[in-house]
């Protein structure tokens, strides 16, 4: 089914940094295009509830008082179920949550509203659907909506394009444009939120960060993002249903696992240093051997790493190449998710034939790896595992 778009003419106004219109927003209180905001008005979104509250103690209250405010605060504005009217951000609605006339200055210069605007829904055959969505400064970021029985999943990105140069992943051509504030994480799952809610199906409950970007290459806002959105108060995502996938910057896993309660993939995509560092440059940096380290090191009791290999045709999914993966991953509490290569940049790294993809989730898993297959969603529109491009998405296409 494909989601209304939102119309065209209310988008000039609101370019020019009209407010919109009340009857607009009571109508698509979520979905609408975003006004701009002057830069400097630091967005609600952007904040968890303990910078919240910080920011509530650089305004005169008490930590204990500054803590009880930002709980109720996160609870008004991102408690609601999807679809919901948009809360009241004023001060009779600050004084109606009981929060005293000494935060109100403080809070209402936050702007409560979305920072991205949806630029461009590309609905697949097989019911996913692709975001292109459109930053204050024109930025263009993706997120994947991917329904399923039981849940929807949101893909997000947590940069514009990505500095890691991946040889097989369109988002790794772009280089790095910009972070991703906290508040832009937040509201792809804002808006996705919404528009799941109005296409029916499975609620939205589960979160990857497998969009564009590396998101340990922005951890501050990525953490401050996840704990919003798992915050019970507020976005009530499982921690357990929270995926952050990295392309291995072994550094940052411990301050991961310390600071956030949710799940890590890694991206592995080859079995040896040799044929890793010759598609995925980190390598160079952190090598499997530090990467592993690093996982055996700071994983937390009772925690798995999912371990993403991509397989490239004739390059790393051969049955002794499932052998030497099945190696490294020994000893670690672990499952791996094998994918079929989508088409990237690098055309000669090309999906294996179905009778080889079998031969090798066989192999790895006849070494009691546990083993799932990911199945390419979204791809009819550019929107499987690595196809994301943001900005050149919506480029004309440079003569041949
Ligand atoms: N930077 C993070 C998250 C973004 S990529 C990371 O690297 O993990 C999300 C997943 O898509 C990664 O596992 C990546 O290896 C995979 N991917 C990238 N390009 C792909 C392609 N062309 N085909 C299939 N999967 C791809």
């Known amino acids: 089914m494909r989601v209304p778009e939102i119309p065209e003419e209310i988008a ?22 975003s006004a701009r905001v002057p830069r400097s008005r630091v967005r609600l979104a952007d904040h968890d509830a303990a910078s919240l509250a910080e920011l509530l103690c650089k305004a005169g209250g008490t930590a204990s008082a500054a803590r009880a405010v930002a709980g109720k605060v996160v609870r ?13 951000w004023d001060a009779p609605a600050l004084a109606a949550l009981g929060v005293g ?12 509203g979305l920072s991205l605007e949806i630029a461009e829904q590309a609905p697949s055959t097989d019911d996913t659907l692709r975001l292109v969505l459109r930053a204050h400064d024109g930025a263009l970021i993706e997120s994947v909506l991917i329904p399923g029985p039981a849940r ?19 988002t790794g051509r772009l280089g790095l444009a910009r972070q ?78 310390r600071e956030a309660r949710a799940e890590i993939a890694v991206s592995l995509n080859a079995p040896d240093d040799a044929r890793r560092q010759a598609i995925m440059p980190v390598n160079a940096r952190f090598p499997m051997a530090a990467l592993k380290e690093a996982l055996a090191r700071s994983l937390p009791q009772g925690r798995r790493v999912l371990f993403e290999y991509v397989l490239f045709d004739g390059y790393n999914d051969a049955p002794e190449d499932a052998d030497l993966l099945a190696a490294y991953v020994a000893g670690l509490r672990c499952r791996v998710n094998v994918i079929p290569c989508n088409p990237g940049p690098d055309p000669a790294l090309r999906p294996p034939s179905a009778a080889r993809l079998d031969a090798f989730v066989a192999r790895l898993s006849g070494h009691g790896v546990t083993t799932l297959v990911r199945r390419p969603r979204g791809r009819d529109v550019g929107g499987a595992c690595g196809q994301l491009a943001g900005i050149a998405r919506l480029r004309p296409p440079s003569p041949a």
């Open 152 to 170: 929807t999943t949101l893909c997000v990105s947590s940069q514009v394009g990505c500095a890691r140069a991946c040889a097989f992943c369109e």
């Open 180 to 257: 991703l504030a906290a508040g832009e994480i937040v509201d792809q799952v804002r808006i996705a939120r919404a528009l799941a809610a109005e296409r029916g199906g499975a609620p939205l409950r589960n979160l990857v960060f497998m969009g564009m970007g590396e998101p340990f290459d922005n951890l501050g806002e990525v953490l401050k993002a996840i704990r919003l959105l798992t915050d019970p108060r507020a976005f009530r995502f499982a921690p357990s249903h929270v995926t952050v996938s990295t392309v291995g910057v072994a550094d940052k896993i411990e301050p991961f696992f």
């Open 12 to 33: 000039p106004a609101l370019r020019a940094g009209d407010p919109p219109a009340p009857a607009q927003v009571a109508a698509r209180p979520l979905i609408r295009r």
């Open 101 to 112: 006339a000494w935060a109100h200055e403080a809070l209402l210069a936050l702007d409560p």
């Open 76 to 88: 008004h504005a991102f408690g609601a179920e999807p679809g919901a009217p948009a809360p009241a």
